[in-house]
């Protein structure tokens, strides 16, 4: 069984930045491909980006230039650093872990992020 537990939630201004992270218990962090997610009141929960074993990433359209998704396999902890935040942004950011080996995937409780003057 995996947990996972977000952390690095908070307000911000406009224009600000944050960097949200997402510590995983289990085995084989380094294969598992890692996300993060977000849902908005009243949205659907999308894709914000997500970095595979080997490093490979990918980005929502929406936060290409903005956002940055590592991992430290050493820590088996995954980043999101998010820089010229936007009121838009404001929402709850999902960890995610998917294991196509076993076809197993983990979600975190989620983290608060709110982007307000």
């Known amino acids: 069984q995996v947990q996972l537990v977000e952390s690095g939630g908070g307000l911000v201004q406009p224009g600000g930045f944050l960097t949200l992270s997402c510590a995983a218990s289990g085995t084989f962090f380094r294969l598992a491909t890692m996300g993060w997610y977000r849902q908005a009141p009243g949205e659907q929960r999308e894709l914000v980006a997500t970095i595979t074993g080997s490093g490979l990433t990918n980005y929502a359209d929406s936060v290409k230039g903005r956002f940055t998704i590592s991992r430290d396999n050493a820590k088996n902890t995954v980043y999101l650093r998010m820089n010229s935040l936007k009121p838009e942004d404001t929402a709850v950011y999902y960890c995610?872990?998917?294991?196509?080996?076993?076809?197993?995937?983990?979600w975190g409780r989620g983290t608060q992020v709110t982007v307000s003057s």
């Open positions: 995610n872990q998917d294991r196509p080996w076993s076809r197993e995937n983990y």
